[in-house]
């Protein structure tokens, strides 16, 4: 039975529209407003051609503080930190002793000696308070920091309206600022793979800015949109989730669960040449032994939605499982996230898919991303 510690202070915004509040790291999230595919289709086509609004304060904000912060997050994380200007972010992996994955975050850089991490479901938090320990470091999880994300085309047109140097906003850059008169941090990050925002609040002004964001997005189109929302975005766009994509998920048959980055096609992550990270000559001596491959199918003569732990097969043997799958008529495809064998993760390898109730459809290998293949949407400038 899981056990909800954290509470968003949207959560009665979420209820009057009949948001059903269930668990995701600790926190009541609204999964779903309704179980209907229509409102699944409308939430998924309102982000990819307007704009929406999602409350996705489960993550775990956890500000590193202190003149040794920025070591612990070198040790922590595979980023390369000197990197990071302050007013900059990036996209980071977190692996154990073994060199195996273990969380994602996003590192942003806020000030001199002043950072913040943010987490998902995994155990980054626990790996910066454990290197933390007798540094000249704090590590604070701020659970009255909510974080809200405006994702969509028209995004940058509704926060305009208030603060219109939101368009020189590079990617991954952040702005300290007011929004409808409440003190803000807004990212230019996300999880979808469109132009977006994520805003950043003290937990009393949460409900302020979500009602005023809804208002003078209405006549455009934006609307709240389901957290469920973000598996079908994420799906196109290659954007993984931990432990949905990984072993925890799809164990293996003879060993513990824990997948490399070189499996996952993380090892971008990795800063050129870093060492020293926890983990680190695991990671680099796992390159090429892959046991698997995160890889992109794609159906060939069908809109059916490929289902988690659908099987897929080639020449007659088993290569890998769907992870997730996305039928969106929007784009006239029917794709997935699959964890393939290294031999058929190949784009055009002709595959046969299997569903759970014995269905079988054609389907081939494709490479990821499916949408915003060169990723000019997403860093789109003014």
């Given at each position: 039975?899981?056990?909800?510690?954290?509470?968003?202070?949207?959560?009665?915004?979420?209820?009057?529209?009949?948001?059903?509040?269930?668990?995701?790291?600790?926190?009541?999230?609204?999964?779903?407003?309704?179980?209907?595919?229509?409102?699944?289709?409308?939430?998924?086509?309102?982000?990819?051609?307007?704009?929406?609004?999602?409350?996705?304060?489960?993550?775990?904000?956890?500000?590193?503080?202190?003149?040794?912060?920025?070591?612990?997050?070198?040790?922590?994380?595979?980023?390369?930190?000197?990197?990071?200007?302050?007013?900059?972010?990036?996209?980071?992996?977190?692996?154990?002793?073994?060199?195996?994955?273990?969380?994602?975050?996003?590192?942003?850089?806020?000030?001199?000696?002043?950072?913040?991490?943010?987490?998902?479901?995994?155990?980054?938090?626990?790996?910066?308070?454990?290197?933390?320990?007798?540094?000249?470091?704090?590590?604070?999880?701020?659970?009255?920091?909510?974080?809200?994300?405006?994702?969509?085309?028209?995004?940058?047109?509704?926060?305009?309206?208030?603060?219109?140097?939101?368009?020189?906003?590079?990617?991954?850059?952040?702005?300290?600022?007011?929004?409808?008169?409440?003190?803000?941090?807004?990212?230019?990050?996300?999880?979808?793979?469109?132009?977006?925002?994520?805003?950043?609040?003290?937990?009393?002004?949460?409900?302020?800015?979500?009602?005023?964001?809804?208002?003078?997005?209405?006549?455009?189109?934006?609307?709240?949109?389901?957290?469920?929302?973000?598996?079908?975005?994420?799906?196109?766009?290659?954007?993984?989730?931990?432990?949905?994509?990984?072993?925890?998920?799809?164990?293996?048959?003879?060993?513990?669960?824990?997948?490399?980055?070189?499996?996952?096609?993380?090892?971008?992550?990795?800063?050129?040449?870093?060492?020293?990270?926890?983990?680190?000559?695991?990671?680099?001596?796992?390159?090429?032994?892959?046991?698997?491959?995160?890889?992109?199918?794609?159906?060939?003569?069908?809109?059916?939605?490929?289902?988690?732990?659908?099987?897929?097969?080639?020449?007659?043997?088993?290569?890998?499982?769907?992870?997730?799958?996305?039928?969106?008529?929007?784009?006239?495809?029917?794709?997935?996230?699959?964890?393939?064998?290294?031999?058929?993760?190949?784009a055009g390898t002709k595959l046969t898919v299997v569903q759970p109730d014995g269905t079988e459809r054609a389907a081939t290998a494709e490479e990821m991303p499916f949408y915003d293949v060169d990723k000019s949407i997403r860093t789109a400038k003014g």
């Amino acid at each position: 039975m899981a056990i909800i510690w954290r509470h968003s202070a949207l959560a009665h915004r979420h209820a009057e529209i009949g948001g059903e509040l269930e668990d995701w790291n600790g926190m009541g999230t609204a999964w779903f407003y309704d179980h209907t595919p229509e409102r699944a289709k409308a939430d998924y086509e309102a982000i990819r051609t307007k704009a929406g609004l999602m409350d996705v304060s489960g993550l775990k904000k956890v500000h590193v503080t202190g003149p040794d912060a920025a070591y612990v997050i070198d040790r922590v994380t595979t980023r390369n930190v000197e990197k990071i200007a302050p007013g900059r972010s990036t996209y980071a992996s977190i692996l154990n002793s073994d060199g195996k994955f273990i969380d994602d975050c996003i590192i942003y850089h806020l000030a001199v000696n002043s950072w913040l991490v943010v987490h998902g479901t995994g155990t980054g938090m626990e790996q910066l308070t454990s290197v933390a320990a007798a540094k000249n470091c704090t590590v604070l999880m701020d659970d009255d920091l909510h974080d809200m994300s405006l994702q969509g085309p028209l995004s940058v047109d509704l926060l305009a309206k208030e603060i219109p140097a939101i368009r020189d906003l590079a990617y991954f850059g952040i702005m300290q600022t007011r929004l409808f008169g409440k003190d803000v941090m807004i990212s230019r990050t996300g999880y979808t793979g469109e132009r977006g925002y994520e805003i950043f609040c003290r937990g009393k002004d949460a409900v302020h800015l979500w009602d005023n964001i809804l208002a003078s997005g209405k006549d455009m189109g934006v609307r709240p949109t389901q957290f469920s929302t973000l598996d079908m975005l994420r799906i196109e766009s290659y954007l993984l989730f931990y432990p949905g994509d990984n072993s925890e998920t799809f164990p293996f048959d003879d060993e513990p669960c824990g997948d490399t980055l070189w499996e996952l096609g993380l090892d971008f992550t990795v800063s050129p040449d870093k060492i020293g990270f926890i983990g680190a000559e695991n990671h680099y001596a796992a390159k090429g032994k892959e046991r698997f491959k995160i890889f992109g199918v794609q159906l060939s003569d069908s809109m059916d939605q490929m289902e988690m732990f659908a099987r897929v097969m080639h020449d007659g043997k088993d290569v890998g499982v769907i992870t997730y799958g996305l039928s969106s008529d929007l784009n006239n495809y029917s794709v997935a996230i699959a964890r393939l064998s290294p031999e058929v993760a190949k784009a055009g390898t002709k595959l046969t898919v299997v569903q759970p109730d014995g269905t079988e459809r054609a389907a081939t290998a494709e490479e990821m991303p499916f949408y915003d293949v060169d990723k000019s949407i997403r860093t789109a400038k003014g």
